[in-house]
Each structure stands twice: as C-alpha cells, then as structure tokens.
C-alpha cells in the first residue's frame, strides 16, 4: 500500500485545510498566485512538496468559477517553482 489508513485520514484534513482557506482568499477577491501566498501551512509547513499549495488552491479557485480559463500546466509547475523560491 501506498498510505496507511492513518496517511489518508491525514491528506483528507490537508485537502479540506485547503479548500476551507482557498475559499476564504477567493470571496475575498485575492488572485491564486497571491491566496497561495498568504496560506499558513500550519501543520502541513513541514510536508515534502509543499509548493503543491499553489496548484491545490488554483484547482479550489476553478472548482469555485468554472468560467475561468483552465491554467496550462507549464504555468503550475512555474507558480509552484516560485512559490518554493519566495517561502
């Protein structure tokens, strides 16, 4: 197995921390770039691969307007490259 019950419990709160603090940062009219940004990782600051915010918060913000434009996947790797430059 790749996760242990106890690990999917623990990604499940991860996803939910996100959506709940994505949403919060797009009522408030922030861009994606910017709600990646302003998230405290909290609990999850020590995960591998946390620049991953910033695509999970870009798929929060498409689930919440599907009118927007789907963001090209080079694009994510580079949001994700400069989120992990600034933090």
Do not use: C
């Not at 990782?41 to 689930?63: C, F, K, S």
């Amino acid at each position: 197995p790749l996760a242990d019950p106890q690990m999917v419990h623990e990604m499940q709160d991860y996803l939910r921390f996100v959506e709940r603090e994505a949403t919060l940062r797009f009522q408030a009219g922030m861009d994606a770039t910017a709600a990646a940004d302003d998230i405290d990782l909290g609990p999850y600051a020590d995960w591998n691969a946390r620049e991953r915010i910033a695509v999970n918060v870009d798929a929060v913000y498409h689930e919440l307007d599907p009118s927007l434009a789907p963001t090209p996947v080079p694009e994510l790797f580079v949001r994700m490259a400069k989120w992990r430059a600034r933090h």
